[in-house]
């Protein structure tokens, strides 16, 4: 089992930023593939970026060179620094941890609203 805990979350005009953090506990965190979905309102959830246990990084068309991830394997947590925030990122925010054969996990959204 993995539980997770997303922060970081809440209101930024147009053009800014935010750091998302998710705190992981209950596994081995280095061997899970971690990765940040969103949705929006009246949308699917959707997937924005992960990162693999090898440390490979996967991003959205839409996020791609504003938004980065990383993981800190010593705290057990994954961020999404978001930069130049634009109208359409507003949504819910999951953190999501997965590993074949061990099962997929959710936390339970943290909410960002883009917005002047």
């Known amino acids: 089992q993995v539980q997770l805990v997303e922060s970081g979350g809440g209101l930024v005009q147009p053009g800014g930023s935010l750091r998302l953090s998710c705190a992981a506990s209950g596994s081995i965190f280095s061997t899970y593939t971690m990765g940040w979905y969103r949705q929006g309102p009246g949308k699917q959830r959707e997937l924005v970026a992960t990162?693999?246990?090898?440390?490979?990084?996967y991003y959205a068309d839409s996020v791609k060179g504003r938004f980065t991830i990383s993981r800190d394997n010593a705290k057990s947590t994954v961020y999404l620094q978001m930069n130049s925030l634009k109208l359409e990122d507003t949504a819910v925010y999951y953190c999501n941890a997965k590993r074949v054969g061990f099962g997929t996990f959710w936390g339970q959204g943290t909410q960002v609203t883009v917005s002047s």
């Open positions: 990162s693999t246990s090898g440390g490979v990084t």
